[in-house]
């Protein structure tokens, strides 16, 4: 039987391949991905940089790139200001990130003139296929918002929706985290989990279903919920939405998940007006190309949702 | 090959059987983890409570006791003070938890007269066997401490190391994690971590290697340090104990790994003068067993080294 983020993989190829544009695009593992993406059928790219160093790392990791179109600029800030203008335009639909400083990627994607900015908080999603679960999880925010305030919270939750909804999954269950499942003054998280519930109770927060706060067993396994005898809740292990109370909590959640796992996994930015690859330098070449794969499908969802 | 919590299980079978006081031990899922562990030849108990209903509750389960020391104390709060005096004078060599609130069983291992107050803070120690992993990690604190500051950290790595010890690891590596492996400004927890860095190689925290701030591939993965060239660093992938910024993360993580890995593990209250389990409802029988495996070869690694 296949997992569900390749049943995901496959809904991709079902429509016009969709194109991303790299930043700064001479970088082996950005090129490495790509390259697999188009093989796969994924995405085709555009790549904005040092053409001649692309070129030299592309022939450096024996990479055939004669199918990419490449644009020449020279200076790093100028191809990432050149490649974010060319998903703003339309030409591509999607923007990664290449071998240039975080700080001066995300410039380019919230620049008023060429970027992707949409008003709201940008954050970060990772979606999750862990082996023996039956369904995909989607992790917010595991390495964008450090410490996110109650609105941002908000944010992260209304801009997963998308992503989950491109996935087939509508009106899903979402789980702000905390190492407890009760209010306990003491831990802001767990005033802002029920606060998040209780908006999303009385109509300010749609879409989805927020029910916190809960410690992690209640949220994913249902014999927990059985066993605590927590049976009037909204979520009772089957939460498709994981809120983690800041950076550090999930940072570490999704590390020791995909050490220790069996996990398929891409990530993405969102909040913008188109989605953004942002891969770490520790991301496998496989999870920069599940990455694009998922930027793919939520692009398509927008052009059909707009 | 067996694995390294089963070889810590085999060691505790060859020392003299170790006796653990419960209070208010009417409890199913206790007594169900006496048994198992007195049959595997891993402790006996000592069941403080009301007799009538440990009788009751054990018939219920169809657990024989005849083998157990009872001592009748109807009063919870009197039940949990006469458990804990009977470790406090030695006549048992740990204390557990029963049919009580935590915040009155912890009441009664902090008693200045009965109690087994050091001094030092409280704070709870994991130790993880992951299958795959030929070591074992120890996770502190996923479940007591919730907002540690540095002084609570500096006591938590000290409070750790009679247990690495007594599991046969000697200088451990520890690394205090974040989401990050830089210091932040403002990331207080990443500031911590460079301080107790700094603590170690001063020598105000010995026994030890402290390395952080770590992200968890660098605490955990070898060939992540390699690859994000951290060759300079004290730890590269070999930490043997993961300090948590607080409880929200160290939780998360610990019931992450519980529930999408093969994990062996036990857990233990540690800053005591000798070992408490305090285990939670969500953890299984096995887990009970295995902590009163911990507690016993802890118990005999203090009275060795007293």
Same mark, same amino acid.
């Given at each position: 039987m296949s997992r569900p983020f390749e049943e995901l993989v496959a809904k991709v190829k079902n429509f016009e391949m969709k194109k991303v544009s790299v930043a700064v695009a001479q970088d082996s593992a950005v090129i490495e991905a790509v390259r697999m993406a188009k093989d796969r059928g994924i995405a085709t790219a555009i790549l904005v940089g040092d053409e001649d160093k692309i070129k030299a790392v592309a022939a450096s990791i024996n990479t055939d790139i004669s199918d990419f179109e490449i644009v020449d600029v020279k200076d790093d800030i100028e191809a990432s200001l050149t490649a974010v203008k060319l998903v703003r335009d339309g030409v591509a639909d999607m923007y990664m990130k290449g071998l240039l400083q975080t700080k001066d990627f995300l410039k380019s994607v919230l620049n008023k003139e060429v970027g992707l900015r949409t008003g709201s908080a940008l954050s970060h999603v990772c979606v999750f296929d862990v082996k023996g679960w039956d369904h995909l999880m989607f992790l917010t925010d595991v390495a964008f918002i450090p410490y996110p305030t109650l609105e941002d919270k908000k944010a992260m939750i209304e801009n997963v929706l998308p992503i989950t909804s491109a996935c087939g999954v509508e009106n899903p269950k979402v789980a702000p985290l905390a190492a407890v499942e009760v209010v306990n003054p003491k831990m802001p998280c767990t005033v802002e989990a029920a606060e998040l519930t209780r908006m999303n109770k009385e109509g300010e927060l749609t879409g989805c279903i927020v029910d916190g706060p809960l410690s992690l067993d209640l949220a994913i396994e249902p014999e927990a919920a059985m066993h605590k005898g927590a049976t009037d809740r909204a979520i009772q292990g089957d939460a498709d939405v994981l809120l983690f109370p800041d950076i550090h909590a999930g940072n570490l959640v999704y590390k020791a998940m995909v050490h220790t796992a069996d996990v398929i996994n891409g990530n993405m930015l969102t909040g913008t007006k188109a989605p953004v690859i942002l891969t770490s330098? /520790?991301? /496998?070449a496989e999870v920069k190309v599940n990455s694009l794969a998922l930027g793919a499908l939520v692009a398509e969802y927008q052009k059909n949702n707009q």
């Open positions: 330098r /520790s991301d /496998s």
